[in-house]
């Protein structure tokens, strides 16, 4: 068995965002542990690399070829076409690109579409590990031929999650350090592994139990929010209401440990 869409425009789009995330895993893999040319973008901490902006022009010229009234939007500045279109394909080309760069074997490609605002499907490929994390709303989440569950785990202090730190972390008070505290004083483990994308698949694939984290953007959950939520599981901001799709605060978990991890995580001081 394997991810299908009956629906020919998703099944379309699901072709070619597979196709593309294992080409620009393909590069990835390749240029891993050679010497990159980085450079810094809001923050010193926040990098790019070339292999980045080269993932990304692979996958947006492909995308521009087929589907041309497309709308994109792409985290080194790739577009697509106007407002307005039906589709709009959300990318992050290589997300982990701190990991990347020092040879920390975890990043990723993702490539969420969205359907008239509504995330209808989604891939995430880790090259390295070759997984293919695919999902079509309604139709389950998917690692190859696997169909994806959340743990059934009802216990926090048995859980173990995954969260991330902001680029502005040497600058703002808005730090996550508070929640990070909070959680680990609690839970079984915690894990800072640089790849929001995938950290979302580990929900959706029950190899963690929940993921928090803050100011993130599109492009890191615009896949894997709907993994995590056709494989069974929860997501939300961080009171519990509709996820932010804009990644600005996101809890995402198994289900049963959501309103346990909001409450350890909640803001406690201003924003
Ligand atoms: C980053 C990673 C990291 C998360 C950052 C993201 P990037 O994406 O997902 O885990 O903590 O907030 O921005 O910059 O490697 O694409
Ligand atoms: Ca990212
Ligand atoms: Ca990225």
Not at 129 to 144: H, I, K, N, P, S
Not at 170 to 190: Q, Y
Request: some cysteine; hydrophobic content about 45%; proline content about 3%.
């Amino acid at each position: 068995m394997t991810l299908v869409s009956t629906d020919r425009a998703v099944a379309q789009r699901l072709f070619l965002a597979r196709e593309v995330a294992l080409r620009a895993g393909a590069v990835q893999r390749e240029r891993y542990e050679t010497v990159l040319a980085i450079a810094s973008k809001s923050a010193s901490i926040d990098l790019v690399t070339e292999v980045d902006r080269a993932c990304e022009a692979l996958i947006v010229e492909a995308i521009r070829a087929t589907f041309p009234a497309d709308a994109i939007l792409a985290e080194e500045g790739g577009v697509g076409a106007a407002e307005g279109a039906l589709f709009r394909w959300v990318i992050d080309p290589l997300d982990g690109t701190t990991n990347f760069a020092h040879g920390f074997p975890r990043f990723c490609v993702s490539i969420g579409v969205e359907r008239a605002g509504e995330r209808t499907l989604g891939v995430v490929y880790d090259p390295l590990l070759d997984e293919r994390f695919e999902t079509v709303r309604g139709c389950g989440a998917w690692l190859g031929s696997r169909r994806l569950a959340v743990s059934r785990e009802t216990q926090f202090g048995r859980g173990l999650f995954a969260t991330g730190f902001p680029y502005d972390v040497h600058t703002s008070d808005d730090d996550n350090l508070e929640a990070f505290a909070a959680v680990v004083k609690s839970a079984r483990g915690i894990r800072r592994d640089g790849s929001a994308a995938l950290d979302l698949c580990y929900v959706a694939a029950g190899r963690v139990d929940g993921y928090w984290e803050r100011k993130l953007h599109a492009w890191d959950v615009a896949a894997g929010i709907l993994l995590v939520e056709e494989a069974g599981g929860r997501v939300s901001d961080e009171r519990g209401g509709p996820v932010d799709p804009s990644g600005r605060e996101l809890v995402a978990t198994n289900g049963s440990l959501h309103e346990a991890l909001i409450e350890r995580i909640q803001r406690r001081g201003s924003r």
